[in-house]
């Protein structure tokens, strides 16, 4: 019962980011695994832990600890996963390849359409690639910004960029 109550907390969070998703992803099921959750509606937050996979259409989150925040409004606005290597992915439209990212830390802030990827970060788009210490991409805008050192971060991890040339 827990966890179908806070699966609506969850669609309502990807529901709400069509412009990145593909057009069915908005109706399709969420399906959550973990090990536990910790369920606080009044907090407006749900913690999953032990090996989390959502999966909503073409999106895909994963990590040792998700946690789901809602606003005082009751929509989600970030969705924090952690873990040796947390992941995201999700295609943005049919003719664009998926975009994957990895980080110690992920936050997927809702309302400002910003993925922060956290530690041993690194972003796949297309035939590009970014690693460093921290990147922040801008879901509408496609645009990608890096850093070797924020906060989060115990050292210095140097930024490098890979693109793959148009045809």
Known sequence: MMRTACLPLFALALASSPVLALEGD????VE????????????GTAIYTGDVDIRQGSLHLTG??????????????????????????????????????????????VSERRVELIDRAELHQGGDTFDGGYLEYFLDRREVQARSEAEGIDE?????????PEQ
Do not use: C
Not at 26 to 29: L, N, V
Not at 35 to 40: F, G, I
Not at 69 to 83: C, F, K, M, V
Not at 90 to 96: L, T
């Open 26 to 29: 908005a109706e399709a099921p």
């Open 32 to 43: 959550v695994t973990a090990d536990q959750l910790d369920l606080d509606d009044q907090a």
């Open 64 to 109: 040792e600890r998700v946690e789901i925040q809602r606003n005082d409004a009751g929509e989600l606005s970030r969705a924090i996963a952690t873990g040796e290597r947390a992941y995201i992915e999700q295609q943005p439209s049919p003719e664009e390849p998926v975009v994957r990212g990895w980080g110690r830390t992920i936050r997927y802030h």
């Open 156 to 164: 210095r991890q140097r930024v490098r960029m890979t693109l793959k």
